[in-house]
């Protein structure tokens, strides 16, 4: 069982920065891959950007690339997502997810993932 919990939320200007951050319970963590996920009002959850197990692999969505960094930090068992140049449209609740254990590699499905944090939220007013 993975226990995950989100912070590093707030409001920032459009063109600022923040970097969310995802404790996770477990010794276990190294072999959870970890994706980040989103929810803006009214739309459905989307796929953020995802990490594997070493945190050796990294992906995003096309909306972040270039934007955003995924990493994570095993011997803490936390998982981070800087985002600069924020925009308004980048405003939702962020969501951290784990993948089932042994599951070391990130999807961009969020069915692909077992546990989810109770989600933090990012405001960047327009």
């Known amino acids: 069982q993975v226990q995950l919990v989100e912070s590093g939320g707030g409001l920032v200007q459009a063109g600022g920065s923040l970097r969310l951050s995802c404790a996770a319970s477990?010794?276990?963590?190294?072999?959870?891959?970890m994706g980040w996920f989103r929810q803006a009002p009214g739309k459905e959850r989307e796929f953020v950007a995802g990490?594997?197990?070493?945190?050796?692999?990294?992906g995003y969505a096309d909306t972040v690339m270039g934007r955003s960094t995924i990493s994570r930090d095993n011997a803490k068992n936390t998982v981070y997502l800087q985002m600069n140049t924020l925009k308004p449209e980048d405003t939702a609740v962020y969501y951290c997810?784990?993948?089932?254990?042994?599951?070391?590699?990130?999807?961009?499905?969020?069915?692909?993932?077992?546990?989810w944090g109770q989600g933090t939220q990012v405001t960047v007013p327009s």
């Open positions: 477990g010794r276990t963590f190294r072999r959870n891959a």
């Open positions: 990490i594997s197990g070493s945190g050796g692999t990294t």
């Open positions: 997810a784990a993948r089932p254990y042994l599951h070391s590699d990130y999807k961009r499905g969020e069915s692909e993932y077992a546990y």
